[in-house]
């Protein structure tokens, strides 16, 4: 076997590659193009709106494949859906199905045995069916409540045989269906967030900043009048680089960093009569415990700060909050 391409077999890789990528962007141009010919994707569009079930895509070997993938995109787009097999469907599975749910069947010929065999019983049960095939006179065209068609001018592949431009197409018209239907339902971020809690964007947009602020003992503060050698000592012990001075009621009236005392010490060298509201940096930053931790990280951002205060409603001293906090929750 050779370890590398002689230059007209890499000639041969690219012109492959350019004409399949070539096949499959035309194959969904001429869907796009379709799509004007009749009403039968807003008609898909409206039953899958008026579902209060689940949607349930179904369909074999590649087509199978495809309708897993346009399952998950529907069930974290907003809409509770799930891939059934039509073999297992025929053992068993298909007594998930009920009256409630819309049937996605997907079948590029029309003519899948597998899933012609269980759509007499979905149809009996009244489950609104959707077909997505390549032709549309076929058995499961003629089934449907609505048809969409995904048929291709031809495959990429050179023997035109495996399922390539078809596929694509497929997955392309599944997209589709979950983009009109999600913004039909006014699904927003938030949404899609509490559906991946664990992945970037749910960070985002699912923590708060009392979910991640320091509280209690753990927040520095010390009053105006306090000597500076006494409110370092609160700075260090804390170990946030910064110290809240607060009035008697508890409320932030400045605040003290690291920052302040570097600059301090580059013009002021006898510390012994500063009193901390004499070199306090007045009118802290804050946020509020229920603000979004994205919040206070463009906050920080804007100001070039490391550091800030929580305070609530009523403008008290609640918490206090460093980047390397927001950075440990994957917030940044």
Do not use: W
């Not at 009996?124 to 048929?151: C, Y």
């Not at 495959?155 to 039909?184: F, I, K, Q, R």
């Not at 609640?318 to 917030?331: C, E, M, N, Q, Y």
Request: glycine letters at 8%.
């Amino acid at each position: 076997m050779q370890n590398s391409f002689d230059e007209n077999a890499a000639r041969r890789v690219m012109a492959l590659a350019r004409e399949t990528l070539a096949i499959e962007a035309d194959a969904v141009k001429a869907l796009h193009d379709r799509l004007d010919a009749d009403d039968s994707l807003v008609r898909a569009v409206a039953v899958l709106y008026a579902c209060t079930g689940r949607v349930v895509v179904s369909g074999m070997g590649k087509s199978g494949h495809i309708a897993r993938k346009i399952a998950a995109t529907f069930a974290s787009t907003g809409t509770p859906a799930m891939f059934v097999h039509p073999g297992e469907a025929a053992h068993g599975d298909l007594g998930m199905v009920t009256a409630q749910d819309v049937f996605i069947a997907i079948s590029n010929s029309g003519e899948s045995s597998e899933l012609m065999d269980i759509l007499p019983v979905v149809k009996r049960m009244g489950t609104p069916l959707i077909a997505m095939t390549g032709k549309p006179q076929s058995r499961l065209a003629q089934l449907a409540d609505v048809h969409l068609d995904i048929s291709v001018a031809k495959e990429a592949c050179p023997m035109n045989l495996a399922p390539t431009a078809s596929t694509t197409v497929t997955l392309a018209l599944g997209d589709a269906l979950a983009v009109a239907l999600l913004d039909a339902r006014g699904f927003r971020e938030e949404d899609f967030a509490r559906s991946h809690p664990g992945g970037a964007l749910g960070r985002r947009l699912l923590t708060h900043v009392r979910d991640v602020m320091r509280s209690g003992d753990a927040v520095p503060k010390v009053g105006p009048d306090t000597p500076l050698a006494q409110a370092l000592v609160e700075v260090s012990q804390k170990g946030l680089g910064m110290t809240a001075i607060v009035d008697l009621e508890n409320r932030p009236i400045g605040s003290f960093t690291d920052g302040d005392l570097r600059r301090l010490i580059a013009r002021v060298q006898d510390f012994s009569h500063i009193v901390i509201r004499d070199v306090m940096h007045a009118g802290p930053r804050t946020v509020q415990p229920e603000q979004l931790a994205v919040d206070a990280v463009a906050i920080m951002e804007e100001f070039r700060i490391n550091q800030m205060l929580v305070v609530d409603a009523d403008g008290k001293l609640v918490g206090a909050l460093h980047i390397h906090d927001l950075t440990r929750a994957k917030v940044i």
